[in-house]
């Protein structure tokens, strides 16, 4: 199951769950739109994989799992 990452390790804007905006590799690096489409042109830069569009969680499946609180901008 996806963690759900709460924020851009980039830049730091908040990607909520139940919101579109938000882009995973396969090891769940997270990311915004714009730091996806603008610098890292699609690409994880921890581990060179592609970033895809993150799946919402939205309504019973986001209450009964919830996201992570764990941010990791600035790591």
Known sequence: MLEM???CERC???LPADAAGAHVCSFECTFCTSCTAGPLAGRCPNCGGDLQVRPLRIGAALAKYPSSTERKHGR
Do not use: E, Q, V
């Open 5 to 7: 990452r709460p924020d």
């Open 12 to 14: 730091g804007i908040d």
